[in-house]
């Protein structure tokens, strides 16, 4: 007696599909300068002077943002 495999044939699985259009996470604000000099930690532990006019570099936390902005030394 022969003995069959009751089983059907394995199928590929379902592949999600992938949005039409890559989305991206909105770009930050840049920050600025107001004050005549900003002393910013960045997260690479590093402290950067910046002065009046001066953009706030990418690598500080959003906390040091914060911190920052509330003593008036950068706006958006």
């Known amino acids: 007696m022969a003995v069959r495999n009751a089983q059907a044939p394995a199928s590929e699985p379902e592949k999600a599909e992938a949005p039409d259009e890559a989305v991206e996470a909105p770009a930050k604000k840049p920050f600025t300068v107001v004050g005549a000099l900003a002393i910013v930690k960045g997260t690479d532990g590093k402290v950067k002077y910046l002065y009046r006019g001066a953009t706030v570099p990418e690598g500080v936390s959003s906390d040091e943002v914060d911190r920052l902005v ?7």
């Open 70 to 76: 509330e003593l008036g030394l950068i706006g958006s």
